[in-house]
């Protein structure tokens, strides 16, 4: 029998807001170093790197606090809040920055990517912006991604979904680099 756990975000994981402004300025951000993940930086459960803004390793160092691990999970706290970047070996390191909140599960009870995927279910993603803060601009803080509502099955279920939904996802990366590349191949055939 397949039995589920329900609990919250929460009491799974230990969350933590990005670094204020009073912290992390423009003037600290340099041409290269640490990658520092704001919400624009954040794209399909992936840290996008075309436009992201680094610091020093002087004051990575200072912000500490804010560094990523592998298996953390990054939430734009404001704005687009549903969407969250997965942070893999590739990312490992990069900096939780103003404007996002930091994901770490706490529990051996559950895969860290088992609960990315769950959070991106368009159930969870429907649950945050009803629960956002905000009359302009919708805003999370921890107290609601503490509330998210979690699901999941056993561990071994768990990495067996994971294994099924990251194939999907390689294939769906696969095809969409074939789409892109269609317009430059029929200029070649002309």
Sequence with gaps: MNKWTYTTLGKISEIITGPFGSQLHQSDYVEQG???????????????????????????????????????????????????????EKDNG?????????????????????????LNREETRKWLVTHAVGTNMPNLNTDILSDVPIAYPLLEEQRRIVQVLNSLDEKIALNSAVNDNLPHQSLMVA
């Design 94 to 118: 990069v900096l939780c920055g103003t404007g996002c909140l930091r994901v770490r599960i706490t529990t051996s009870e559950v895969e860290p990517e088992f609960i990315s995927f769950f």
């Design 34 to 88: 640490i990658p520092v993940v704001m919400p624009q930086d954040i794209d399909n459960r992936k840290v996008n790197y075309a436009s992201i803004n680094y610091v020093s390793n002087e004051d990575a160092i200072r912000l500490e606090r804010y560094k990523t691990i592998i298996n953390d999970i990054l939430y734009a706290r404001r704005g687009d809040v549903e969407k969250h970047a997965f942070i893999k």
